[in-house]
């Protein structure tokens, strides 16, 4: 009889959405499941919003005390997609509670906040994971597998981007993506973090980071009311101004512990591009390139190919590559942002039944922190910066 386990969900948000679908829908893809998650509670700022977020999500119950609903006997999971100031005090007192823990990316605001995170997931005995969707994308994990079995040989060279535009018109409130009391910054953590996690998983661990960090709207109006919709928020430059403390775009250099060099660019401001997130890796054997605006697909290049047919082939993922068991039948059908959060859903329960860590897990987020702090810190000093360890 497969186990069913009590989800309780803090926040209920676009990625709230996002986690509520892939609750439902994990065992309809991967079955048998390794577990059923059962929506239990959902936890919001006040006792109307959680309300309508169990009933839109379908929750059994909804609460706004996330205490107490740590607190509960008959809730094994906390999944946290909250804002990322409260990721490190609901991470630390749901581990402290015996609760396996799923958060959302960033782990936390600096490395040091989730260092101590990390500490409490390594005491707790628990399953814990971050929720760095992408690598989940099949072509992604294809890519991995190809790496791995050394089919692009030795890695030379990892460049990476992470390009969107919704925070380009300075029209668009000061949301908390734009302070730093509560993001912790701005482009570096929300999505340079989503290719950090690519070059690690892909490359290896990065020793140290050269950038360029820059702000280009240093003011926006402050956010009146209604909820965070990104680029669709109200927009208006009627009323007072607040000040923007965090970074809109960065460019980094990057090197890898065992050799190889890589960049990354990472923009909210880059008009034309929607969620441009790619890799291209060059090896001694060939070359590797993804871009998440066709995500369905895997480019690759084998060097020894006969030289009349040399070239990237296109590759467009389905059963017979990772997590295709569980997807659509045929290659091409399409697959979206809801399968990447199925699958990573499918992982997480897995490994709690297995009793085996996943990846990324909070040491992953952390030493992910470590970079964006890396990144920073050369921003401002326009020097190499080290990656703590
Ligand atoms: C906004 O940039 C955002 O919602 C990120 O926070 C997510 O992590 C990314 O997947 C989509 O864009």
């Not at 441009?276 to 054997?285: A, D, P, R, S, Y």
């Not at 897995?350 to 030493?367: L, R, T, V």
Request: glycine share 10%; with cysteine.
């Amino acid at each position: 009889m497969t186990k069913t386990l009590n989800v309780a969900m803090i926040g209920g948000g676009f990625m709230g959405k996002a986690h509520a679908m892939a609750y439902a829908a994990m065992p309809m893809f991967f079955w048998p499941a390794p577990a059923i998650p059962h929506r239990k509670v959902l936890v919001d700022l006040n006792a109307e919003m959680a309300k309508q977020g169990a009933a839109r999500y379908g929750f059994e119950e909804s609460s706004s005390d996330w205490k107490a609903t740590i607190a509960r006997k008959d809730v094994d999971v906390i999944d946290i997609v909250t804002p990322n100031d409260s990721h490190a005090e609901i991470a630390i007192a749901a581990l402290k509670a015996g609760k396996h823990v799923i958060c959302e990316k960033p782990l936390a605001r600096t490395g040091a906040e989730a260092k101590t995170m990390l500490e409490a997931a390594q005491k707790s005995g628990v399953i814990h994971m971050v929720a760095f969707n992408y690598r989940r994308t099949p072509g992604v994990a294809f890519a991995k597998k190809l790496i791995e079995e050394g089919r692009i040989g030795k890695i030379l060279n990892f460049r990476g981007t992470y390009l969107q535009d919704w925070s380009a018109d300075p029209s668009g409130p000061l949301s908390w993506r734009f302070q730093k009391n509560i993001a912790g910054s701005g482009t570096v953590g929300d999505i340079g973090t989503h290719v950090l996690d690519f070059a690690r998983y892909l490359v290896g661990e990065v020793s140290a980071v050269n950038a360029i960090v820059k702000t280009y709207i240093p003011e926006r109006p402050l956010h009146t009311g209604g909820l965070d919709k990104l680029g669709a928020s109200d927009k208006s430059m009627a009323g007072p101004m607040g000040v923007v403390d965090v970074d809109d775009e960065m460019i980094t250099l990057l090197k890898f512990q065992n050799g190889a060099v890589g960049s990354i660019e990472a923009s909210r401001n880059a008009h034309g591009r929607n969620n441009f997130l790619t890799f291209e890796i060059h090896g001694t054997k060939g070359s590797i390139a993804f871009n998440y605006e066709r995500m369905d697909e895997l480019q690759v290049m084998f060097a020894d190919d006969p030289a009349e047919t040399r070239g990237f082939r296109t590759i467009y993922t389905g059963p017979n590559h990772p997590y295709g068991q569980g997807l659509w039948p045929i290659p091409a059908l399409g697959i979206g942002y809801g399968e990447t959060k199925i699958i990573e859903c499918y992982d997480f329960f897995s490994a709690i039944i297995s009793g085996k860590q996943p990846s990324p897990n909070f040491e992953d987020g952390y030493k992910i922190s470590a970079i964006a702090d890396a990144i920073l810190e050369s921003g401002a000093s326009e020097r190499w910066v080290n990656v703590a360890n």
